[in-house]
């Protein structure tokens, strides 16, 4: 029964991407008034709560993650499907909406701390694994599995570090590789415009000043969740700082109030001179949707963006959506990975491991991230087949200099990125760089050294 609730999902999904399925609809005529299919923001279809462990049953293997709604869902369904057919388990997709995983992660901790696991939740790699669950002893080291299906060789140093602890022991499969320092455009409207995108932050200025000109909104923000407020800082931030100063900053080894991250704060107070009234009623998929629609000319989001073009508003790469590193970041990559591991007395602990299995597969990757919008965590992805966007960002991942982000939990421990978080929300509201820029050094005192 609980497998059919999966089938619901999907086909809400599909009817969402493919109109009446005569196959000729405007994926865009599908979303509802906020921008998203109507699904984004829902609990999984039918009687599992994923705040109530007591609704799954006990034999299944249940999935935890935020993928839920447009941009996010059609990969993890599709990686289910190929698991249940694999390996015949009975799976309860156990998706918490919200971008960026906040509310999840509520729901995660409290389940956690209720010593009610579900089988594998998703959780970047880097601080938010190693420093919140590993560090409280509530996940199985997976080393054997890494020894039995030699995944050793086939993910990058820089992935095997973040997932692994002092003593060698390593606890997640990434299952991809998201960038966050992406500008989106809107190919027709730089070219009815006749504009190239920037890639500087002298270009980005000069080129929203036409674009004002010319009646379109340059940038679009959607802040309604305030984690894409810390999501755009860090680019801004890169952007300014350069990587070497960037990971100095998270390593506890730069000064916070230094000029330059005063002026990431100026810079990205210039930027949002350019964005949309509306923004704090939108979230990232409805920002997009603005320069999907050609409302707006620039995103600055994570290539999950590119999902939600080219998998549900079927948009093509490079004819209708154009992609630069965001501003002065060319030659650095924000890295987002999404790992999935296994807690501590795992419900159905065979099952899940034949789950870790399927994502860490050449099959499983090459399934979930052409949908997804990232690139194969693995190395021996088969790229070839990836559409331009992702042939183009895994070339990147290869040259730039790689840096971890500290919206997607990655580059600092728990409680220093709250403190950033509360103090880039307050930032919004007062614009004092100043400010800002004390209120992290504070946090890096407290927390990063
Ligand atoms: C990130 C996650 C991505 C995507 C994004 C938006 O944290 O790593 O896979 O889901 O949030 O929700």
């Known amino acids: 029964m609980k497998r059919a609730l ?29 921008g998203d299919n109507g699904d984004n923001g829902e609990e999984p279809a039918g009687d599992v709560d994923p705040e109530d462990p007591d609704t799954v049953p006990d034999d299944a293997v249940e999935i935890f993650s935020w993928w839920t709604g447009a941009g996010e869902e059609a990969g993890l369904l599709a990686l289910i499907d190929m698991f249940e057919s694999e390996y ?58 890494y020894d039995e299906e030699g995944w050793w060789e086939v993910f ?39 504009l190239t995108p920037p890639t500087t932050f002298d270009e980005f200025f000069e ?20 984690w894409t407020l810390l999501h755009t800082w860090e680019t801004v931030l890169l952007g300014t700082v350069g990587p070497e100063t960037y990971q100095a900053l998270f390593d506890g080894e730069a000064d916070w109030q230094s000029p330059e991250v005063v002026e990431s704060f100026e810079n990205l107070e210039r930027m949002f ?19 999907a629609e050609g409302e707006a000319a620039m995103n600055i989001m ?7 073009f080219s998998t549900d508003l079927e948009m093509e790469p490079e004819t209708d959506f154009g992609w630069e590193p965001t501003p002065g970041t060319d030659g650095s990559f924000i890295t987002v990975v999404d790992t999935f591991g296994l807690p501590e007395d795992a419900p159905n602990r065979e099952g899940t491991l034949d789950w870790l299995r399927v994502l860490g597969s050449v099959e499983g990757q090459d399934t979930f991230n052409p949908l997804k919008g990232s690139i194969p965590a693995r190395l021996d992805g088969n790229i070839a087949e ?19 982000s500290l919206a997607h939990n990655s580059a ?14 307050e930032w919004m509201a007062q614009r004092d760089a100043e400010r800002s820029a004390e209120q992290l050094e504070q946090a890096a005192d407290d927390f990063l050294r």
């Not at 080129?207 to 305030?226: F, I, W």
């Not at 949309?276 to 920002?287: C, I, K, L, T």
């Open 386 to 404: 990836y559409n331009e966007y992702g042939q183009d960002t895994y070339n990147d991942f290869q040259d730039d200099s790689l840096v971890p």
């Open 6 to 34: 999966v089938a619901v999902a999907a086909c809400a999904l599909l009817l969402a991407a493919c109109g009446d399925g005569n196959g000729e609809e405007d994926p865009l005529a599908g979303l509802d008034a906020n």
């Open 273 to 291: 001179g350019y964005i949309n009234d509306d923004h704090s009623a939108r979230n990232w998929q409805d920002a997009a949707q603005l320069v």
């Open 302 to 308: 994570g290539d999950w963006a590119q999902g939600y």
């Open 156 to 194: 990058p140093d820089e992935l095997l570090e973040m997932t692994t602890d002092e003593d060698g022991n390593i606890y997640s499969v990434p299952v991809n590789v998201h960038r966050s320092n992406v500008l989106f455009t809107n190919t027709q409207v730089f070219e009815d415009n006749d």
């Open 207 to 226: 080129v929203a000043d036409a674009l004002e000109a010319a009646g379109v909104t340059p940038l679009a923000l959607g802040d309604n969740e305030s």
């Open 88 to 145: 015949g388990h009975e799976v309860v997709n156990s998706a918490v909406a919200g971008g960026a995983g906040t509310d999840a992660q509520a729901v995660l901790t409290s389940r956690m701390q209720a010593g009610q696991p579900p089988s594998s939740f998703q959780i970047h790699a880097g601080r938010a694994l190693l420093d919140q669950w590993v560090a409280a002893d509530a996940m199985e080291p997976l080393n054997d599995l």
């Open 412 to 425: 600092a421990p728990p409680n220093f990125t709250d403190a950033a978080m509360s103090a880039v929300v």
